[in-house]
């Protein structure tokens, strides 16, 4: 194994609530209230749509709301990962990741072990320079039962509710995680900062028309199944768990201009304006992010 590089679970494909779009010149997110499913091809107007995109659409009268899918680990931050982060924005690269207590940072001496106070409280992190940031990788289909597709996320109501589900389905189904039968739901909450328009997250629950019983009695017999034919599920999570800390950034500089498109727009600043929202995990309507323009332009204006 090469020192230096994470190793990662296998992506398939993408899922995201929204797309990124060119406007005035400038490439910027547009989220949406539904999920996208894409490949890991790109054209000219963006990722290209995955098979399961389509046929989930169908299925659904035209928008995704809902993905049926399992987890490839027992352990809870093997399939989410979330850290306080901080991208170059012109290159992509990885800068300095931390838990609040601690970080990794790339500095001119090579990547240095420093405490980290959480974006509120480091010099490094002003002007929404830092954010948290969650991966979750799960599966889709009986194809490819190592093969992964990857949601992220900078938003605290996803990074959120999909740690304390995660830990939680944990618990109840006695380390069985890989073996429940889940789903990705989108919900949406209105908020005071979002001026009463919905902004959307995502959750985790067992799948539709399937009590949580059932899913139980379901992981066990999965679990008994797997066993009986061999499949060493502490083996894939020991391999898994050394891949991860096999180097000290997850995301590589091709994977960060992703990144960097999607959630870190230009112009932002730490008056939580328009470009602050377009950033976020949530879908926010159109009509939302012009009434923030321009009351954040009325309000340069009376203190320039």
Not at 24 to 45: C, Y
Not at 73 to 88: K, M, S, V
Not at 216 to 235: I, S, V, Y
Not at 282 to 304: C, F, H, I, N, Q
Request: proline share 5%; net charge neutral; charged share 25%.
């Amino acid at each position: 194994m090469l020192k230096g590089l994470v190793i990662t679970p296998p992506v398939l494909g993408r899922i995201s609530i929204g797309k990124v779009v060119e406007k005035a010149g400038k490439r910027l997110p547009e989220k949406d209230d539904q999920f996208t499913i894409t490949s890991q091809v790109q054209g000219a107007d963006g990722w290209l749509p995955h098979p399961f995109d389509e046929g989930f659409r169908k299925a659904q009268g035209g928008k995704i709301r809902v993905i049926p899918i399992r987890l490839l680990f027992n352990d809870p931050d093997l399939n989410f990962r979330a850290e306080y982060a901080l991208f170059d924005r012109r290159t992509g690269r990885p800068v300095c990741v931390g838990n609040g207590e601690t970080c990794k940072r790339r500095t001119e001496s090579g990547v240095q072990s420093l405490p980290c106070p959480s974006p509120e409280g480091c010099t490094l992190a002003q002007n929404g320079a830092c954010k948290p940031y969650g991966r979750l990788n799960v599966l889709i289909g009986d194809d490819d039962p190592l093969g992964s597709f990857v949601f992220r996320t900078t938003g605290f109501n996803s990074i959120r509710t999909l740690s304390a589900r995660l830990a939680y389905f944990q618990a109840i189904s006695g380390n069985r995680l890989a073996y429940l039968p889940l789903e990705l739901r989108l919900r949406g909450k209105s908020t005071r900062q979002s001026m009463g328009t919905p902004i959307y997250y995502v959750d985790l629950t067992v799948r539709s028309g399937v009590s949580v019983e059932d899913a139980l009695t379901e992981a066990k017999r999965l679990e008994a199944d797997r066993q009986e034919a061999g499949f060493d599920q502490f083996a894939l999570e020991t391999a898994a768990r050394q891949g991860f800390s096999n180097g000290a950034f997850e995301e590589s500089e091709e994977e960060g201009d992703s990144v960097v498109e999607e959630f870190y727009t230009e112009g932002e600043d730490t008056q939580g304006g328009a470009a602050s929202v377009r950033a976020a995990d949530t879908s926010v309507a159109p009509s939302l992010v012009d009434k923030l323009e321009g009351k954040a332009a009325r309000l340069s204006g009376s203190v320039g």
